[in-house]
């Protein structure tokens, strides 16, 4: 059973570039939430997609975008890179939010560089 | 707005010691608490989770956590450490009141666990 699969591993940007994260949930998880860890840091969440839609956001500038695909994969696209996108970026999974108490699972990130 | 506060930014235990690593929280009402320990290069693994009942969780690798709602706190204990625990530690709460386990999650910074032999 395959857990959180996230692509690429690492990834180097330059400032003002645009960048696409991909994420697979786990077999039987629909629901797909997208945290960026800075180094030194806890995760901060950024969004979650649920049937194809953005359902809850974090603090984050509309420079951070995503999809969720009818597989339940999701995309994390990143726009105008800055300096301080630096980070590991985590994808995790989950089965619907409030049908059952079930913890989300963590893929192991994306390190994304920003020079 | 819910908060995590761990004060203990690093740690060093003994191998074979016993170890306690502190988590408070802020919020409104009791929130879902978890414990997700993260190896260098590696993503997140849930060590246990609090949703409501026992207030005493058992978790994987013999870790365990007491929720306590007169503190708001959710430490993390276990009674003897191995060398493989070295890692960093995270809290995180949850709002019960919207999707439960499953929505956006508030963490705390870490503290940073290191096992001296």
């Known amino acids: 059973d395959a857990g959180v699969t996230q692509s690429p591993t690492h990834l180097i940007k330059t400032r003002g570039q645009q960048v696409t994260l991909r994420c697979s949930p786990k077999?039987?998880?629909?629901?797909v939430s997208w945290y960026q860890q800075a180094l030194g840091q806890g995760p901060q969440f950024i969004f979650q997609?649920?049937?194809?839609?953005?359902?809850q956001r974090g603090n984050f500038p509309d420079r951070f975008s995503g999809h969720q695909f009818p597989n339940y994969s999701s995309e994390l696209n990143v726009n105008a890179l800055l300096l301080g996108d630096s980070a590991l970026y985590l994808c995790?999974?989950?089965?619907?939010?409030?049908?059952?108490?079930?913890?989300?699972?963590f893929g192991d990130g994306t390190r994304l560089s920003i020079l | 707005a819910q908060s995590v506060t761990q004060p203990d930014i690093h740690i060093t235990v003994s191998e074979g010691a016993s170890l306690e690593l502190r988590c408070n929280y802020s919020?409104?009402?009791?929130?879902?608490l978890f414990w997700y320990v993260q190896s260098p290069g590696q993503g997140l693994q849930l060590l246990l989770k609090?949703?409501?009942?026992?207030?005493l969780v058992q978790g994987i690798k013999g870790f365990e956590a007491e929720f306590k709602r007169s503190q708001s706190s959710f430490n993390l204990r276990k009674p003897s450490v191995h060398w493989s625990d070295a890692a960093e530690y995270f809290c995180?709460?949850?709002?019960?009141?919207?999707?439960?386990?499953?929505?956006?999650?508030?963490f705390g910074k870490g503290t940073h666990l290191i096992i001296q032999p």
């Open positions: 995790a999974s989950s089965r619907r939010p409030g049908t059952s108490n079930q913890p989300q699972h």
């Open positions: 077999s039987g998880h629909d629901t």
């Open positions: 997609y649920y049937e194809e839609e953005e359902r």
């Open positions: 919020y409104g009402a009791t929130p879902y």
């Open positions: 609090y949703f409501s009942g026992d207030t």
């Open positions: 995180a709460v949850g709002d019960p009141y919207s999707g439960g386990g499953a929505d956006g999650l508030t």
